[in-house]
């Protein structure tokens, strides 16, 4: 199957900057080649969506005003085949089953590029079987 033409853009969203550098360096680790994008929230995660198309999200769960899996929830009524992942602290069966609910993966923080790495091949095999 043929590559997509451009690289996938991937969308980290997390009030907190330290755990956002650090998704954004396994990242640029794991797949140099991807485009990353940053938000603090949802809100700036609406505008960077509504300005460019996202390939693949990682959202923090707990932020101030919508949560992650909220926002989770928007973006698949927009792309249904969306590759995303929660990430949280906050480890409880309620949260995961939510996640699922929505169709998204649960990573625990702190992330690992080991749970990145598997997180991201899944979502580059979805994308390669999305592309027309």
Same mark, same amino acid.
């Given at each position: 199957?043929?590559?997509?033409?451009?690289?996938?853009?991937?969308?980290?969203?997390?009030?907190?900057?330290? +755990?956002?550098? =650090?998704? *954004?360096? @396994? &990242?640029?680790?794991?797949? $140099?080649?991807?485009?990353?994008?940053?938000? /603090?929230?949802?809100?700036?995660?609406?505008?960077?969506?509504? +300005?460019?198309? =996202?390939? *693949?999200? @990682? &959202?923090?769960?707990?932020? $101030?005003?919508?949560?992650?899996?909220?926002? /989770?929830?928007?973006?698949?009524?927009?792309?249904?085949?969306?590759?995303?992942? =929660?990430?949280?602290?906050?480890?409880?069966?309620?949260?995961?089953?939510?996640?699922?609910?929505?169709? /998204?993966?649960?990573?625990?923080?702190?992330?690992?590029?080991?749970?990145?790495?598997?997180?991201?091949?899944?979502?580059?095999?979805?994308?390669?079987?999305?592309?027309?």
């Amino acid at each position: 199957m043929s590559q997509p033409s451009s690289p996938p853009t991937v969308l980290v969203v997390d009030d907190s900057k330290l +755990a956002r550098a =650090v998704a *954004v360096r @396994l &990242l640029r680790q794991l797949k $140099p080649d991807w485009t990353v994008r940053e938000a /603090a929230n949802a809100d700036e995660a609406a505008a960077v969506t509504a +300005a460019e198309p =996202v390939d *693949v999200a @990682l &959202l923090d769960f707990n932020m $101030p005003g919508k949560d992650g899996l909220a926002l /989770a929830a928007e973006l698949r009524a927009g792309r249904p085949d969306m590759p995303i992942a =929660v990430i949280s602290a906050n480890i409880q069966d309620e949260v995961i089953a939510r996640a699922r609910e929505l169709g /998204a993966t649960f990573m625990p923080k702190p992330l690992t590029g080991e749970a990145l790495a598997g997180f991201l091949s899944g979502a580059a095999l979805r994308l390669r079987r999305g592309a027309p």
